[in-house]
């Protein structure tokens, strides 16, 4: 067996304290340092994914982590993914591949028996990696999960990882919740934890001195520092749908003058299940447009340029929970009075005809209407397409890079004007009246090229690159972490 690489576990006192963001940060800081470093999560619940070179799907954090460490991401990174299908039910991928649906209660009882996988994929990762940086998912704390567990203290047991506690200073109780976690933890378990420290501080960080003082002396863990609030994070694609909270109705600001940019308004209606909402982040990136996020409830706003109907993890329900808001209404009349509407992967599904589901794949066999905006006919079954995809722009010789996540197939008429090209082939369907477009097509707008065509149509500019403002903001989060906690404590904690 060859020897492991040094690691390092960072865990959270609760859930969306930063831990994410914080590893990506951690793996862009030490591959600056000349370390290969490769990023792994055992257990992931989200149903935004990421698609692997290889065909598989791990969720978005790690696709950025790897990023961030400037490897390419690897179905090992997070071996097992839980993608959310109904409240109390997912989807599981295992090493990137569709395992199959279960339950809460029924993956509680199978979890354990997913840890070979997981233990496997980080042996493979280990083998080229110099340092493998580990995110937690949740909490510890939540001790009633701790049997069979895979994703925290029962994966850090397994491969005696080192830990790093983080608290989210943000949300108040930091003290209670460090405290808290280091109580209700068995001795085992606590000998694993070997620091901690506070996440997005706003402020003079000197002001919580003694509150650092007082974790350190109920935990005997290493106070590491007190990193402060990095607002630039909002900036970097999502991972959670909690995420989704900062990066709401937003609008630019032309420096130059000082005064708002005329703004491109996109709504954007909040299904239930929204599925690969990254989506949005090139376009909230952008200074001339501002994103509507439309919670349940409330109405789309008469004011929209486009709606933006975006990924689903279950089409059916979330095209029921769409009608059931009224936003079906909203939609129409959008489309009646001249606006723009686009759909991508499930909301392109639901702009059509009917969605049929004969095989039960979503839930019960049934068959339901659509919006009716594209002459198309949606049937799921159990065949799932999962690829990285090159494509061209139908109507310009704009190349398209993306992936594609969905089950299901759409034919229709409005097929015959294709949205893309695919190897030839058309890809997704545009309206007669040329007002509305989907695409199984996710990322479209990460590309620059198709971005600023997109924006440009609408009298807006677009002079942003993506992808150097995501690498740029990713230097700036590790130079963000080296200032602030003790770099070289933290690399006596990880055995480098």
Known sequence: MPTAPPCLMIQGAGSNVGKSVLVAGLCRYFANQGLQVAPFK????????????DGGEIGRAQALQARAARCPASVHM????????????AQIIVQGQRFGSMRAREYGTHKASLMPHVLDSYAQLGQQADLLIIEGAGSPAEVNLRAGDIANMGFASAVNAPVVMV??????????????????????DKKLIK????????????????????????????GLGIL?????????????????????????????????????????????????????DPLHAEAGVTIELVQAGEAIPATADIILLPGSKSTIADMKFLCAN?????????????????????GYQMLGQTIADPNGVEGAPETIAGLGLLAIDTVLDHNKTVRQTQAKLAQHDIAVSGYEIHMGVSRGADCQRPFLHVDGAGEGAVSADGLVCGSYLHGLFAG??????????????????????????????????????DMQQLRQIAGL
């Open 326 to 346: 009224g936003w079906d209404i909203d939609i129409l009349a959008h489309h009646r009075r001249g606006g723009r509407v686009l759909g991508l992967c499930g």
């Open 228 to 280: 402060p609030y990095f607002d630039a994070a909002r900036f970097l694609p999502a991972e959670d749908i909690l995420d989704l909270g900062s990066k709401g109705t937003t609008s630019g600001i032309d420096a130059a003058v000082g005064q708002p940019k005329k703004s491109l308004t996109i709504a954007v209606p909040l299904l239930r299940r929204i599925a690969n909402f990254d989506d949005l």
């Open 195 to 222: 620091a901690f420290l506070i996440n997005k501080f706003r402020g003079d960080t000197n002001l919580f001195s003694e509150g650092m003082t007082a974790i350190e002396s109920h935990t005997g863990w290493t």
């Open 167 to 188: 608290g989210d200073i943000d949300r108040g109780g930091v003290i209670a919740s460090l405290v808290g976690t280091h109580i209700v933890l068995d001795d085992d």
């Open 78 to 89: 997070n071996p097992v993914l839980l993608k959310p299908e109904t409240d109390t039910g």
């Open 42 to 53: 055992p257990q992931n619940m989200s149903n935004n994914a990421a698609v692997t070179a």
């Open 448 to 485: 620059d090229e198709f971005r600023r065509h997109f924006l440009r149509s609408y009298q807006a500019d677009s002079e942003m690159n993506y992808d150097a403002q995501v690498e740029a903001i990713l230097d700036r989060l590790a130079a963000h972490i080296a200032a602030s906690l």
